[in-house]
């Protein structure tokens, strides 16, 4: 198993590692992604055995200053998965 394996399959997505802590960053253009990614990632740490713990998962929408924080919704579908929005 190798962490260099796991990779974004959307263009203009991008995956930062560090440690044992993985960031999925996907751009507003990109939204619609989301579900697509979380999938990816799922299916490879059930092929490399490791466990992804949503509970431990969040999703930050960032948004611009002045940008109503109304605008910015959840793009994920999972239950399991937090929401927060902050601003850049």
Same mark, same amino acid.
């Given at each position: 198993?190798?962490?260099?394996?796991? %990779?974004?399959? #959307? @263009?203009? &997505?991008?995956?930062?590692?560090? $440690?044992?802590?993985?960031?999925? =960053?996907?751009?507003?253009?990109?939204?619609?992604?989301?579900?697509?990614?979380?999938?990816?990632?799922? %299916?490879?740490? #059930? @092929?490399? &055995?490791?466990?992804?713990?949503? $509970?431990?998962?969040?999703?930050? =929408?960032?948004?611009?200053?002045?940008?109503?924080?109304?605008?910015?919704?959840?793009?994920?579908?999972?239950?399991?998965? #937090?929401?927060? &929005?902050?601003?850049?």
């Amino acid at each position: 198993m190798h962490a260099g394996d796991l %990779q974004p399959i #959307t @263009d203009g &997505n991008d995956m930062v590692k560090y $440690a044992d802590d993985t960031y999925l =960053v996907v751009p507003e253009v990109n939204s619609a992604s989301c579900e697509d990614e979380l999938k990816h990632i799922d %299916q490879w740490a #059930t @092929d490399n &055995n490791i466990h992804f713990n949503q $509970a431990k998962t969040v999703e930050i =929408v960032f948004y611009a200053r002045g940008r109503p924080s109304t605008s910015c919704r959840k793009r994920t579908t999972r239950p399991t998965i #937090t929401a927060r &929005n902050s601003t850049r």
